[in-house]
Each structure stands twice: as structure tokens, then as C-alpha cells.
């Protein structure tokens, strides 16, 4: 039996804390690389998909990663998938529910329409790359366990949230993490969930005053709706004994009058994370959507209430462990576990090392100088 030491490495690479921006999650250690990977970035600014030269500048990317796990349709999750898998050349394996499969076309290619055909810009991808990827993409069911490699474990679980919508629990031997989408309400999209809170109360108050929405994804997006009902909550799927929720009796499709726009949130606010951190007791916790100021204060509540590391998801954390070999098995489990089963005692020993860097520059590109030099 053989163990070393070896590193779980999570890092957001890129800019994690903003609603709607390039979203980036890392996960990997020194023997098995996993990426959870989502992004979309509507208002152009900067760069509009990831920079994959941050994971390999010359090897293929499909080495580098073991998998990709998509957790729902909305853009800022699957908006550069094509850009990953059709122009960068990744053609590793996809996971993701089958609704998110289903409904993920359709938002790509409007996102292309508004894009190419009214934006006119230049190399993006095509209708065709859509259909390509797609036929690329795994569909998982909940609950469902796969085993990607001898090592890399994941497993879907309900969200809410919108249609098809999963929390992944991600697992390397004896390590783990838990990616999480939340929603106070039932799981639906906004425009769908809007559509049952007004047919439900039409029906109660018996209002016979039709109600209108627009053509368009919604319309598109509720073929699926109803098609994939059994996906939603407990709820809507009881009311499916006596008919599906998704065939409005009181919702018109004509417009012919101006539409004004109402915010209505589709993500879990402070109270929602609790109950689940309270529910799962994990060790370490990041946040990832949410404004700077409101995320230092939930920061600060979960540390009071449940004593958990929550690391700064725009730096690099390590998480360690050791890896232990035993005939063609390896095992990644914690390093006090490791030294009871080979009847070792803990020493510690100290390394120095010098690293030089030629030029100076802002700390934090110096810090990943170093970072480079030294992983």
C-alpha cells in the first residue's frame, strides 16, 4: 500500500461574484482534473467567453478535463458551451439533465440571433455547431450516479430553480463537493411560474379577462414544460392527476399592445443557503452569485451559525488529503485516516525554496507568476 500526499485544487477563474458574467469553476487535484463549467456575458464587456489558455496554453483541452457538468439552461451556465466544445475543440464527455438538454438549444440560438443576425458580429458559432454539441451531451436523470473514471463520482439531485435544474454532487475517493442551484419557489421559469400564479388565481377569483403574452422562447420553452412535468416539484406534479399545469386555459397568444417589464428573481436569497448548509453540513462553503456587499454580510452570518471555512472564490484554495494506493485502486481520504492504516506517525518537515521573477509588476499577477512557477 502506497500513499502521497495530493492537493483538491477549486478556483474561480474568472469573475464569479457578478450576476450574468463569465462564470468559471476549476476543480481538480494533482491526478484527475474536473471543471464545472458554465458562462455567458451579455453586455460584451471585455472578454465574452472564458480564456481556456488559463487551464492549458499548448496540449489539447480535452486532457486537461475530465468532464464538463452543465446545471441548467440559463445562459450565464451554457452560453459558451459551443465556444468550448465547437471553436476551442474540447470533445470530452458533457453531463447534464435531459430538460437542460432539451430546452438548451433554443436559448442558444436565440442567444446567436441577437448576437450574428441583429448585433452583425463576426465569428460565432453556427446552427449547425448547436446540433453538433448537442448530439456530444449526456443526459443523466436524478439521483442517478455516474462513475466518469476508477475515481471521479457524480451524482445529479433537484433544484428548483427552472425546468431540469440540478445540484451535482462531485466526488474523488474520499473527497467531495456539492454544486448547488437554489429557488425558494417551485421549479420553473420565471415565465412559466408567472403563468400558473395568474392561472391560478383567474380560476379562483373566476376571471374571464384572457391574459396575453408574447411569442418566443416562452412559448417554445413551455412545449418542454409540459412535456417534462414529472421534472418539476412536488407541487405541480400532484396537480398532474387532474390535468398539466402547463396548459393554460385563461393564457391568450397574441400580443397587439406594448409589454412592460417586471423583475422577478429566480434565485434563493440568504435564508434559502442557510436551510441547505444547515441540511448538508458541508466543511467549506463558496458563494458564487450575489452582489460584493450582501455576499460579506451572508459571509459573515454563515461563519457565526455554522462555524464553516467559506474561501474567497476568486483565489485558489487547496484542500488536502492523501492519496492512497492499494493494488490498482487509488483513494483520496484525509491524511490522519491514511497514517492509521499504514501504522505511521505524523512528522512534519519544512521546504524552502527560491523563486525568481524578472519583472515587476501588480501583486496579484505576481502571485500567479509564482503560482505558476511552483504548482
Same mark, same amino acid.
Given at each position: 500500500?502506497?500513499?502521497?500526499?495530493?492537493?483538491?485544487?477549486?478556483?474561480?477563474?474568472?469573475?464569479?461574484?457578478?450576476?450574468?458574467?463569465?462564470?468559471?469553476?476549476?476543480?481538480?487535484?494533482?491526478?484527475?482534473?474536473?471543471?464545472?463549467?458554465?458562462?455567458?456575458?451579455?453586455?460584451?464587456?471585455?472578454?465574452?467567453?472564458?480564456?481556456?489558455?488559463?487551464?492549458?496554453?499548448?496540449?489539447?483541452?480535452?486532457?486537461h478535463?475530465?468532464?464538463? *457538468?452543465?446545471?441548467?439552461?440559463?445562459?450565464?451556465h451554457?452560453?459558451?458551451l459551443?465556444?468550448?466544445?465547437?471553436?476551442?475543440?474540447?470533445?470530452?464527455?458533457?453531463y447534464?439533465?435531459?430538460?437542460?438538454?432539451?430546452?438548451?438549444?433554443?436559448?442558444?440560438?436565440?442567444?446567436?440571433?441577437?448576437?450574428?443576425?441583429?448585433k452583425?458580429?463576426?465569428?460565432?458559432?453556427?446552427?449547425?455547431? *448547436?446540433?453538433?454539441?448537442m448530439?456530444?451531451?449526456?443526459?443523466?436523470?436524478?439521483?442517478?450516479?455516474?462513475?466518469?473514471?476508477?475515481?471521479?463520482e457524480?451524482?445529479?439531485?433537484?433544484?428548483?430553480?427552472?425546468?431540469?435544474?440540478?445540484?451535482?454532487?462531485?466526488?474523488v475517493?474520499?473527497?467531495?463537493?456539492?454544486?448547488?442551484?437554489?429557488?425558494?419557489?417551485?421549479?420553473?421559469?420565471?415565465?412559466?411560474?408567472?403563468?400558473?400564479?395568474?392561472?391560478?388565481?383567474?380560476?379562483?377569483?373566476?376571471?374571464?379577462?384572457?391574459?396575453?403574452?408574447?411569442?418566443?422562447?416562452?412559448?417554445?420553452?413551455n412545449?418542454?414544460?409540459?412535456?417534462?412535468?414529472?421534472?418539476?416539484?412536488?407541487?405541480?406534479?400532484?396537480?398532474?392527476?387532474?390535468?398539466?399545469?402547463?396548459?393554460?386555459?385563461?393564457?391568450? *397568444?397574441?400580443?397587439?399592445?406594448?409589454?412592460?417589464?417586471?423583475?422577478?428573481?429566480?434565485?434563493?436569497?440568504?435564508?434559502?443557503?442557510?436551510?441547505?448548509?444547515?441540511?448538508?453540513?458541508?466543511?467549506?462553503?463558496?458563494?458564487?452569485?450575489?452582489?460584493?456587499?450582501?455576499?460579506?454580510?451572508?459571509?459573515?452570518?454563515?461563519?457565526?451559525?455554522?462555524?464553516?471555512?467559506?474561501?474567497d472564490?476568486?483565489?485558489?484554495?487547496?484542500?488536502?488529503?492523501?492519496?492512497?494506493m492499494?493494488?490498482?485502486?487509488?483513494?483520496?481520504i484525509?491524511p490522519g485516516?491514511?497514517?492509521?492504516?499504514?501504522?505511521?506517525?505524523?512528522?512534519?518537515?519544512?521546504?524552502?525554496?527560491?523563486?525568481?521573477?524578472?519583472?515587476?509588476?501588480?501583486p496579484?499577477?505576481?502571485?500567479?507568476?509564482?503560482?505558476?512557477?511552483?504548482?
Amino acid at each position: 500500500m502506497l500513499a502521497n500526499v495530493v492537493e483538491m485544487l477549486v478556483e474561480a477563474a474568472s469573475c464569479s461574484l457578478l450576476v450574468g458574467r463569465i462564470l468559471c469553476w476549476i476543480v481538480g487535484c494533482t491526478w484527475d482534473t474536473m471543471m464545472r463549467y458554465a458562462h455567458s456575458s451579455p453586455d460584451g464587456n471585455k472578454r465574452r467567453f472564458p480564456d481556456f489558455t488559463y487551464i492549458t496554453k499548448i496540449e489539447k483541452l480535452t486532457e486537461h478535463l475530465d468532464c464538463v *457538468i452543465i446545471s441548467h439552461f440559463h445562459l450565464d451556465h451554457c452560453g459558451a458551451l459551443l465556444y468550448m466544445s465547437e471553436m476551442v475543440g474540447y470533445d470530452g464527455l458533457i453531463y447534464t439533465t435531459i430538460p437542460t438538454k432539451a430546452i438548451c438549444p433554443i436559448l442558444l440560438e436565440d442567444y446567436r440571433k441577437i448576437t450574428v443576425e441583429r448585433k452583425g458580429e463576426q465569428n460565432f458559432f453556427t446552427p449547425e455547431m *448547436i446540433k453538433t454539441c448537442m448530439k456530444k451531451v449526456v443526459p443523466v436523470t436524478l439521483h442517478q450516479t455516474l462513475q466518469v473514471d476508477d475515481e471521479l463520482e457524480i451524482k445529479a439531485y433537484y433544484a428548483g430553480h427552472v425546468l431540469g435544474a440540478a445540484m451535482f454532487h462531485v466526488k474523488v475517493g474520499q473527497q467531495s463537493f456539492l454544486y448547488t442551484v437554489l429557488n425558494l419557489v417551485f421549479a420553473l421559469g420565471r415565465a412559466q411560474e408567472l403563468c400558473i400564479l395568474l392561472e391560478t388565481y383567474w380560476d379562483r377569483m373566476n376571471l374571464k379577462v384572457p391574459i396575453y403574452f408574447s411569442l418566443g422562447l416562452t412559448e417554445k420553452a413551455n412545449h418542454y414544460y409540459k412535456l417534462f412535468v414529472t421534472w418539476t416539484s412536488q407541487r405541480i406534479k400532484e396537480t398532474f392527476v387532474q390535468r398539466n399545469m402547463f396548459e393554460f386555459k385563461h393564457i391568450k *397568444i397574441d400580443v397587439k399592445m406594448s409589454v412592460q417589464y417586471m423583475s422577478f428573481s429566480a434565485h434563493a436569497d440568504a435564508k434559502g443557503i442557510m436551510q441547505l448548509i444547515s441540511q448538508c453540513e458541508p466543511r467549506n462553503v463558496l458563494l458564487v452569485h450575489g452582489e460584493a456587499a450582501k455576499m460579506d454580510f451572508l459571509k459573515n452570518k454563515i461563519k457565526q451559525e455554522f462555524s464553516v471555512f467559506l474561501p474567497d472564490p476568486k483565489r485558489p484554495r487547496i484542500l488536502h488529503g492523501a492519496l492512497v494506493m492499494r493494488g490498482n485502486k487509488l483513494r483520496l481520504i484525509d491524511p490522519g485516516q491514511a497514517l492509521c492504516e499504514l501504522g505511521l506517525e505524523e512528522h512534519q518537515l519544512r521546504f524552502t525554496s527560491t523563486v525568481y521573477v524578472e519583472k515587476d509588476g501588480p501583486p496579484t499577477k505576481t502571485a500567479d507568476k509564482i503560482y505558476q512557477l511552483i504548482k
